[in-house]
Protein backbone atom coordinates (compact mmCIF):
# COMPACT_ATOMS: atom_id res chain seq x y z
CA UNK A 1 0.00 0.00 0.00
CA UNK A 2 1.73 3.64 -1.13
CA UNK A 3 2.09 6.22 1.14
CA UNK A 4 -1.37 8.10 -0.62
CA UNK A 5 -3.70 5.14 -0.07
CA UNK A 6 -2.80 5.12 3.60
CA UNK A 7 -3.46 8.83 4.15
CA UNK A 8 -6.68 8.51 2.37
CA UNK A 9 -7.95 5.45 4.59
CA UNK A 10 -7.16 7.44 7.35
CA UNK A 11 -8.74 10.66 6.23
CA UNK A 12 -11.73 8.25 5.34
CA UNK A 13 -11.48 6.93 9.08
CA UNK A 14 -11.30 10.15 10.83
CA UNK A 15 -14.50 11.08 8.85
CA UNK A 16 -16.55 8.24 10.09
CA UNK A 17 -15.52 9.04 13.55
CA UNK A 18 -16.86 12.38 13.01
CA UNK A 19 -20.26 11.50 11.61
CA UNK A 20 -20.48 9.58 14.73
CA UNK A 21 -19.74 11.55 17.36
CA UNK A 22 -22.15 14.35 15.51
CA UNK A 23 -24.77 11.59 15.38
CA UNK A 24 -24.11 10.98 18.95
CA UNK A 25 -24.36 14.71 20.11
CA UNK A 26 -27.28 15.74 18.43
CA UNK A 27 -29.20 12.57 20.05
CA UNK A 28 -28.19 13.65 23.84
CA UNK A 29 -28.27 17.44 22.89
CA UNK A 30 -30.59 19.39 25.43
CA UNK A 31 -32.07 20.64 22.15
CA UNK A 32 -33.37 17.08 21.49
CA UNK A 33 -34.69 16.72 25.02
CA UNK A 34 -36.35 19.93 24.90
CA UNK A 35 -38.09 19.09 21.80
CA UNK A 36 -39.42 16.01 23.35
CA UNK A 37 -40.82 17.73 26.32
CA UNK A 38 -42.75 20.39 24.06
CA UNK A 39 -43.87 17.59 21.81
CA UNK A 40 -45.73 16.31 25.51
CA UNK A 41 -46.80 19.56 26.11
CA UNK A 42 -47.93 19.87 22.66
CA UNK A 43 -49.70 16.61 23.41
CA UNK A 44 -51.54 18.47 26.67
CA UNK A 45 -52.64 21.51 24.57
CA UNK A 46 -54.45 19.42 22.23
CA UNK A 47 -55.96 17.29 24.91
CA UNK A 48 -57.02 20.44 27.01
CA UNK A 49 -58.52 22.16 24.22
CA UNK A 50 -61.75 19.49 24.62
CA UNK A 51 -61.68 19.31 28.08
CA UNK A 52 -63.69 21.02 30.23
CA UNK A 53 -62.45 21.35 34.34
CA UNK A 54 -65.80 21.65 35.55
CA UNK A 55 -66.81 18.07 34.83
CA UNK A 56 -65.97 15.37 37.29
CA UNK A 57 -63.45 12.87 36.18
CA UNK A 58 -66.41 9.75 36.53
CA UNK A 59 -69.25 11.90 35.82
CA UNK A 60 -69.70 10.70 32.92
CA UNK A 61 -69.42 7.07 34.77
CA UNK A 62 -72.28 8.17 37.34
CA UNK A 63 -69.98 7.53 40.17
CA UNK A 64 -68.34 9.26 42.98
CA UNK A 65 -64.52 10.12 41.90
CA UNK A 66 -61.99 8.80 44.75
CA UNK A 67 -59.32 11.02 46.03
CA UNK A 68 -56.49 9.70 48.29
CA UNK A 69 -54.62 12.20 50.42
CA UNK A 70 -51.35 12.55 52.17
CA UNK A 71 -50.18 15.06 54.18
CA UNK A 72 -46.49 15.86 55.28
CA UNK A 73 -45.67 17.59 57.71
CA UNK A 74 -42.52 20.14 57.56
CA UNK A 75 -42.28 22.01 60.95
CA UNK A 76 -45.13 21.62 63.80
CA UNK A 77 -44.85 24.72 66.04
CA UNK A 78 -46.32 27.57 67.73
CA UNK A 79 -48.67 25.63 70.21
CA UNK A 80 -50.26 27.91 72.22
CA UNK A 81 -52.76 27.96 74.93
CA UNK A 82 -53.86 30.99 75.53
CA UNK A 83 -55.18 31.09 71.76
CA UNK A 84 -55.99 27.55 71.77
CA UNK A 85 -54.21 26.80 68.32
CA UNK A 86 -51.35 25.45 66.45
CA UNK A 87 -49.08 26.00 63.32
CA UNK A 88 -48.77 23.66 60.45
CA UNK A 89 -46.36 23.70 57.63
CA UNK A 90 -47.22 21.18 55.49
CA UNK A 91 -47.22 19.47 51.79
CA UNK A 92 -50.72 18.22 50.91
CA UNK A 93 -51.24 15.83 48.30
CA UNK A 94 -53.80 14.54 46.48
CA UNK A 95 -54.39 11.96 43.86
CA UNK A 96 -57.15 10.84 41.91
CA UNK A 97 -57.41 9.36 37.69
CA UNK A 98 -58.67 11.41 35.11
CA UNK A 99 -59.19 8.90 32.15
CA UNK A 100 -59.59 12.22 29.82
CA UNK A 101 -55.70 12.85 30.53
CA UNK A 102 -54.89 9.36 29.32
CA UNK A 103 -51.73 9.52 27.30
CA UNK A 104 -50.19 6.88 26.77
CA UNK A 105 -47.92 7.87 23.96
CA UNK A 106 -46.00 10.28 26.86
CA UNK A 107 -42.36 8.11 27.63
CA UNK A 108 -42.67 9.65 31.10
CA UNK A 109 -44.70 11.63 33.43
CA UNK A 110 -45.63 15.03 32.73
CA UNK A 111 -44.38 17.42 35.45
CA UNK A 112 -46.75 20.81 35.23
CA UNK A 113 -45.96 23.61 37.57
CA UNK A 114 -47.25 26.70 35.81
CA UNK A 115 -50.62 28.09 37.58
CA UNK A 116 -51.88 29.04 34.29
CA UNK A 117 -51.60 24.85 32.60
CA UNK A 118 -52.64 24.15 36.61
CA UNK A 119 -55.96 26.00 36.45
CA UNK A 120 -57.06 24.38 33.18
CA UNK A 121 -57.43 20.87 34.77
CA UNK A 122 -59.92 19.75 36.99
CA UNK A 123 -58.78 19.32 40.69
CA UNK A 124 -60.74 18.50 44.45
CA UNK A 125 -62.79 21.24 45.86
CA UNK A 126 -61.58 19.84 49.33
CA UNK A 127 -60.66 22.85 52.38
CA UNK A 128 -59.19 22.59 55.62
CA UNK A 129 -62.60 22.62 58.25
CA UNK A 130 -60.58 23.39 61.08
CA UNK A 131 -58.09 25.82 60.09
CA UNK A 132 -58.18 29.66 60.92
CA UNK A 133 -55.50 31.29 58.65
CA UNK A 134 -54.02 30.08 55.91
CA UNK A 135 -51.02 31.44 53.45
CA UNK A 136 -50.20 29.92 49.95
CA UNK A 137 -46.48 29.42 49.68
CA UNK A 138 -44.94 31.27 46.90
CA UNK A 139 -41.29 32.01 47.52
CA UNK A 140 -39.54 31.68 45.29
CA UNK A 141 -42.26 30.53 42.98
CA UNK A 142 -45.22 28.92 43.32
CA UNK A 143 -45.19 25.79 45.32
CA UNK A 144 -47.75 23.92 43.91
CA UNK A 145 -46.87 20.46 41.27
CA UNK A 146 -48.96 18.99 38.88
CA UNK A 147 -48.16 15.27 37.51
CA UNK A 148 -50.00 13.30 35.11
CA UNK A 149 -48.96 10.02 34.80
CA UNK A 150 -48.97 8.34 30.87
CA UNK A 151 -52.17 5.90 32.93
CA UNK A 152 -54.09 8.94 33.77
CA UNK A 153 -52.87 9.49 37.34
CA UNK A 154 -52.77 12.61 38.23
CA UNK A 155 -50.77 13.95 41.06
CA UNK A 156 -51.42 17.47 43.23
CA UNK A 157 -48.95 19.27 45.16
CA UNK A 158 -49.17 22.00 47.23
CA UNK A 159 -47.65 23.52 50.31
CA UNK A 160 -49.48 25.81 52.31
CA UNK A 161 -48.43 27.74 55.99
CA UNK A 162 -51.97 27.25 58.09
CA UNK A 163 -52.95 27.78 61.77
CA UNK A 164 -55.57 24.77 63.10
CA UNK A 165 -57.74 25.49 66.41
CA UNK A 166 -57.37 22.94 68.90
CA UNK A 167 -59.60 23.04 72.04
CA UNK A 168 -57.15 21.88 74.66
CA UNK A 169 -58.21 20.70 78.48
CA UNK A 170 -55.84 22.64 80.79
CA UNK A 171 -56.82 20.75 84.01
CA UNK A 172 -53.42 19.08 84.50
CA UNK A 173 -51.40 22.02 82.79
CA UNK A 174 -48.23 21.65 82.15
CA UNK A 175 -48.32 17.97 83.29
CA UNK A 176 -51.25 17.46 80.05
CA UNK A 177 -51.75 15.95 77.07
CA UNK A 178 -53.48 17.17 74.51
CA UNK A 179 -55.25 15.42 70.98
CA UNK A 180 -55.19 18.69 67.94
CA UNK A 181 -56.71 17.63 64.67
CA UNK A 182 -56.39 18.35 60.84
CA UNK A 183 -59.35 18.27 59.39
CA UNK A 184 -59.68 18.19 55.62
CA UNK A 185 -63.24 18.06 54.00
CA UNK A 186 -64.70 18.50 50.61
CA UNK A 187 -66.47 21.71 50.33
CA UNK A 188 -69.05 21.43 47.52
CA UNK A 189 -69.18 18.30 46.47
CA UNK A 190 -70.88 15.23 48.67
CA UNK A 191 -70.42 12.03 49.01
CA UNK A 192 -72.38 11.23 45.64
CA UNK A 193 -69.90 13.18 43.53
CA UNK A 194 -66.53 12.65 45.56
CA UNK A 195 -65.34 10.51 48.18
CA UNK A 196 -61.59 11.45 50.23
CA UNK A 197 -59.46 8.51 51.42
CA UNK A 198 -56.16 8.44 53.13
CA UNK A 199 -53.12 7.34 50.50
CA UNK A 200 -52.86 3.54 51.98
CA UNK A 201 -48.78 3.88 52.83
CA UNK A 202 -48.44 6.64 55.48
CA UNK A 203 -50.74 9.16 55.41
CA UNK A 204 -49.21 11.38 57.27
CA UNK A 205 -45.66 11.89 57.34
CA UNK A 206 -43.38 14.12 59.61
CA UNK A 207 -40.45 15.30 58.55
CA UNK A 208 -37.26 13.30 60.20
CA UNK A 209 -36.04 16.39 62.33
CA UNK A 210 -38.99 17.63 63.63
CA UNK A 211 -38.74 19.09 67.01
CA UNK A 212 -41.48 20.54 69.04
CA UNK A 213 -40.14 23.46 71.91
CA UNK A 214 -42.70 22.35 74.17
CA UNK A 215 -44.48 19.12 73.31
CA UNK A 216 -43.47 15.61 72.51
CA UNK A 217 -45.64 13.66 69.39
CA UNK A 218 -46.54 10.74 70.90
CA UNK A 219 -48.62 8.84 67.62
CA UNK A 220 -50.78 9.87 65.44
CA UNK A 221 -54.14 8.57 64.00
CA UNK A 222 -55.72 8.95 60.98
CA UNK A 223 -59.59 8.48 60.16
CA UNK A 224 -62.12 9.26 57.90
CA UNK A 225 -65.53 10.91 58.99
CA UNK A 226 -68.48 12.30 57.37
CA UNK A 227 -70.17 15.58 57.59
CA UNK A 228 -74.17 16.54 57.52
CA UNK A 229 -75.32 20.10 56.77
CA UNK A 230 -78.38 21.15 57.33
CA UNK A 231 -79.66 24.90 57.09
CA UNK A 232 -82.53 25.49 60.16
CA UNK A 233 -83.22 21.88 60.85
CA UNK A 234 -85.10 21.70 57.52
CA UNK A 235 -83.34 22.01 54.51
CA UNK A 236 -80.88 18.84 53.95
CA UNK A 237 -77.60 20.27 52.34
CA UNK A 238 -75.90 16.53 51.58
CA UNK A 239 -73.50 14.61 53.15
CA UNK A 240 -69.86 15.11 52.64
CA UNK A 241 -66.21 13.59 52.67
CA UNK A 242 -63.82 14.57 55.38
CA UNK A 243 -60.56 13.01 56.70
CA UNK A 244 -59.36 13.22 60.42
CA UNK A 245 -55.47 13.60 61.48
CA UNK A 246 -55.44 13.37 65.39
CA UNK A 247 -52.04 14.26 66.72
CA UNK A 248 -51.70 13.42 70.40
CA UNK A 249 -48.97 15.20 72.11
CA UNK A 250 -47.48 15.29 75.40
CA UNK A 251 -45.94 18.43 77.32
CA UNK A 252 -42.57 18.50 78.39
CA UNK A 253 -42.75 19.54 81.60
CA UNK A 254 -38.56 20.97 81.70
CA UNK A 255 -39.47 24.41 80.57
CA UNK A 256 -42.13 24.92 83.42
CA UNK A 257 -40.30 23.12 86.22
CA UNK A 258 -36.75 25.87 85.08
CA UNK A 259 -39.79 29.20 84.62
CA UNK A 260 -42.55 28.46 87.00
CA UNK A 261 -41.83 25.65 89.87
CA UNK A 262 -38.37 26.23 90.80
CA UNK A 263 -38.58 29.91 91.44
CA UNK A 264 -41.93 29.90 93.54
CA UNK A 265 -40.20 26.55 95.46
CA UNK A 266 -37.00 29.03 96.78
CA UNK A 267 -39.56 32.25 97.36
CA UNK A 268 -41.71 30.04 99.39
CA UNK A 269 -38.27 28.94 101.42
CA UNK A 270 -37.36 32.06 101.52
CA UNK A 271 -40.47 33.02 103.50
CA UNK A 272 -39.44 30.71 106.00
CA UNK A 273 -36.00 32.65 106.91
CA UNK A 274 -38.47 34.36 109.42
CA UNK A 275 -38.72 31.67 111.92
CA UNK A 276 -34.97 31.98 112.82
CA UNK A 277 -34.62 36.15 112.88
CA UNK A 278 -35.08 37.54 115.97
CA UNK A 279 -38.60 38.11 117.16
CA UNK A 280 -37.27 42.39 117.91
CA UNK A 281 -35.90 42.04 114.32
CA UNK A 282 -39.55 43.36 113.16
CA UNK A 283 -38.09 45.35 110.25
CA UNK A 284 -36.26 42.74 108.54
CA UNK A 285 -38.97 39.94 109.05
CA UNK A 286 -41.75 42.33 107.31
CA UNK A 287 -39.74 43.03 104.57
CA UNK A 288 -39.08 39.53 103.69
CA UNK A 289 -42.64 38.93 104.31
CA UNK A 290 -44.24 41.41 102.71
CA UNK A 291 -41.43 40.82 99.91
CA UNK A 292 -42.00 37.02 99.41
CA UNK A 293 -45.62 37.45 99.43
CA UNK A 294 -45.00 40.35 96.55
CA UNK A 295 -42.86 38.38 94.43
CA UNK A 296 -45.06 35.03 94.21
CA UNK A 297 -48.54 36.98 93.52
CA UNK A 298 -46.55 38.74 90.39
CA UNK A 299 -44.82 35.51 89.52
CA UNK A 300 -48.53 33.72 89.50
CA UNK A 301 -49.85 36.90 87.58
CA UNK A 302 -47.16 36.28 84.37
CA UNK A 303 -48.23 32.52 84.54
CA UNK A 304 -51.55 33.62 84.08
CA UNK A 305 -51.09 35.94 81.20
CA UNK A 306 -49.45 33.02 78.71
CA UNK A 307 -52.90 31.07 79.55
CA UNK A 308 -56.74 31.48 78.62
CA UNK A 309 -59.59 32.18 81.38
CA UNK A 310 -61.13 28.70 81.76
CA UNK A 311 -64.08 28.10 84.34
CA UNK A 312 -61.96 25.20 85.79
CA UNK A 313 -59.31 24.86 88.34
CA UNK A 314 -55.36 23.94 86.59
CA UNK A 315 -52.66 21.91 87.97
CA UNK A 316 -50.43 25.58 88.00
CA UNK A 317 -53.52 26.99 89.94
CA UNK A 318 -53.42 24.29 92.70
CA UNK A 319 -49.45 25.14 93.02
CA UNK A 320 -49.78 29.29 93.20
CA UNK A 321 -52.21 29.13 95.98
CA UNK A 322 -50.66 26.89 97.84
CA UNK A 323 -46.89 28.35 97.29
CA UNK A 324 -49.17 31.72 98.00
CA UNK A 325 -51.33 30.14 101.05
CA UNK A 326 -47.85 28.98 102.75
CA UNK A 327 -46.22 32.45 102.47
CA UNK A 328 -48.95 34.29 103.20
CA UNK A 329 -48.92 32.15 106.35
CA UNK A 330 -45.70 32.82 107.26
CA UNK A 331 -46.67 36.68 107.40
CA UNK A 332 -49.44 35.91 109.60
CA UNK A 333 -46.95 33.76 112.08
CA UNK A 334 -45.08 36.36 112.49
CA UNK A 335 -47.67 38.43 113.61
CA UNK A 336 -48.85 36.45 115.89
CA UNK A 337 -45.36 35.90 117.28
CA UNK A 338 -44.94 39.75 117.77
CA UNK A 339 -48.22 40.48 119.38
CA UNK A 340 -47.77 37.67 121.97
CA UNK A 341 -44.07 38.97 122.28
CA UNK A 342 -45.32 42.88 122.85
CA UNK A 343 -48.13 41.61 124.66
CA UNK A 344 -48.03 42.87 128.62
CA UNK A 345 -48.12 39.45 130.97
CA UNK A 346 -51.69 38.67 132.05
CA UNK A 347 -53.24 35.82 133.93
CA UNK A 348 -53.97 33.23 131.57
CA UNK A 349 -56.57 30.46 133.20
CA UNK A 350 -55.73 27.09 132.91
CA UNK A 351 -51.64 28.07 132.72
CA UNK A 352 -51.37 29.25 136.54
CA UNK A 353 -48.40 29.10 138.51
CA UNK A 354 -48.83 28.61 142.82
CA UNK A 355 -47.03 30.47 144.86
CA UNK A 356 -46.88 30.40 148.49
CA UNK A 357 -46.69 34.13 150.15
CA UNK A 358 -46.81 35.23 153.85
CA UNK A 359 -49.47 37.62 154.83
CA UNK A 360 -50.54 38.97 158.35
CA UNK A 361 -53.39 37.15 159.64
CA UNK A 362 -56.43 39.81 160.95
CA UNK A 363 -56.03 37.66 164.46
CA UNK A 364 -52.25 38.90 164.39
CA UNK A 365 -52.73 42.25 163.81
CA UNK A 366 -55.37 42.60 166.50
CA UNK A 367 -52.69 41.06 168.90
CA UNK A 368 -49.66 43.19 167.40
CA UNK A 369 -52.41 46.25 168.75
CA UNK A 370 -52.50 44.77 172.02
CA UNK A 371 -48.69 44.55 172.62
CA UNK A 372 -48.37 40.76 172.91
CA UNK A 373 -45.16 40.90 170.58
CA UNK A 374 -46.31 37.66 168.51
CA UNK A 375 -45.64 37.85 164.85
CA UNK A 376 -48.01 34.94 163.47
CA UNK A 377 -48.46 34.52 159.51
CA UNK A 378 -51.16 32.64 157.30
CA UNK A 379 -49.25 31.03 154.38
CA UNK A 380 -51.86 31.98 151.19
CA UNK A 381 -51.83 30.08 147.93
CA UNK A 382 -52.20 33.13 144.75
CA UNK A 383 -51.95 32.68 140.93
CA UNK A 384 -48.71 33.91 138.66
CA UNK A 385 -48.73 35.18 135.34
CA UNK A 386 -47.98 32.96 132.35
CA UNK A 387 -44.39 34.15 130.62
CA UNK A 388 -46.08 34.71 126.56
CA UNK A 389 -42.29 36.11 125.48
CA UNK A 390 -41.77 32.05 125.88
CA UNK A 391 -44.80 30.78 124.09
CA UNK A 392 -43.55 33.22 121.77
CA UNK A 393 -40.35 31.86 120.97
CA UNK A 394 -41.97 28.09 121.44
CA UNK A 395 -44.38 29.09 117.71
CA UNK A 396 -41.05 30.15 116.02
CA UNK A 397 -39.29 26.92 116.74
CA UNK A 398 -42.23 24.86 115.90
CA UNK A 399 -42.92 26.28 112.86
CA UNK A 400 -39.36 25.60 111.27
CA UNK A 401 -40.38 21.86 111.11
CA UNK A 402 -44.16 22.66 110.35
CA UNK A 403 -44.26 24.31 107.32
CA UNK A 404 -41.48 22.37 105.66
CA UNK A 405 -43.00 19.63 106.20
CA UNK A 406 -46.39 20.59 105.32
CA UNK A 407 -44.63 21.58 102.20
CA UNK A 408 -43.17 18.37 101.35
CA UNK A 409 -46.54 16.84 102.21
CA UNK A 410 -48.01 18.83 99.85
CA UNK A 411 -45.77 18.58 97.00
CA UNK A 412 -46.04 14.56 97.49
CA UNK A 413 -49.50 14.53 97.34
CA UNK A 414 -49.62 17.24 94.09
CA UNK A 415 -46.75 15.60 91.88
CA UNK A 416 -48.45 12.41 92.92
CA UNK A 417 -52.18 12.87 91.88
CA UNK A 418 -51.17 15.43 88.50
CA UNK A 419 -48.43 13.04 87.38
CA UNK A 420 -50.49 9.64 87.18
Known amino acids: MTYTQQKRGVRGLKVIVMCFALATLTTCSPGVANSSKLHDLD ?225 VVISWVSFWLDVNAIPARITLGVTTLLTISSKGAGIQSNLPPVSYVKAMDVWMGACTTFVFAALLEFTLVNYMWRKRPETLPGRSMPTIITVKSSKAVMDSDKGDGSNVTTPVQTTARFDTKLHAKRIDKMSRVVFPALFLGFNIAYWLYFMY
Open 43 to 267: MLDEVLKYYDRRALPTGSEGTPTVVSCGIFIRSFGSINPSTMDYEVDLYLRQTWYDHRLRQPNLVKPLDLNDPKLVQRIWKPEVFFANAKHAEFQYVTVPNVLVRIDPSGQILYMLRLKLRFSCMMDLYRYPMDSQVCTIELESFSKTTDELNLKWTDQQPVMLYDNLKLPQFEIERVNTSLCREKFHIVNVFFLGEYSCLRAEFYLRRSVGYHLVQSYLPTILI
